[in-house]
């Protein structure tokens, strides 16, 4: 997976203090106040012979967020943010192939 080809990704505002306005995918981050929670990602693989395998940290500055899985791995709810923070994929953003479209 090719995670620095955007394509088919969707982006709203930025963090113009990063001068970021691509960030990794599957990363949640803000820089809007201790312990916010305001940036949002989703991972959704719903209809694809794969399952996230990826784990998720925040850190930063006052940091706070999670990343929440679906009952079948496919989909991954995140949030992150603090005084510049961000929750992110723990290393390569991982998926594993399943032999057939899980419902």
Not at 37 to 43: E, F, L, Q, T
């Amino acid at each position: 997976m090719d995670v620095s080809d955007f394509r088919f990704a969707t982006s709203t505002g930025g963090i113009p203090q990063w001068d970021a306005y691509t960030v990794a995918y599957g990363m949640a981050g803000d820089c809007s106040g201790l312990n916010s929670s305001a940036g949002r990602a989703n991972v959704d693989l719903t209809g694809l012979p794969f399952v996230v395998t990826a784990t998720w940290s925040t850190n930063g500055y006052y940091a706070a967020g999670g990343a929440t899985r679906s009952s079948n791995n496919q989909i991954v709810d995140i949030s992150g943010g603090g005084y510049c923070g961000n929750t992110s994929a723990n290393g390569p953003f991982t998926v594993s192939y399943r032999n057939r479209i899980p419902r």
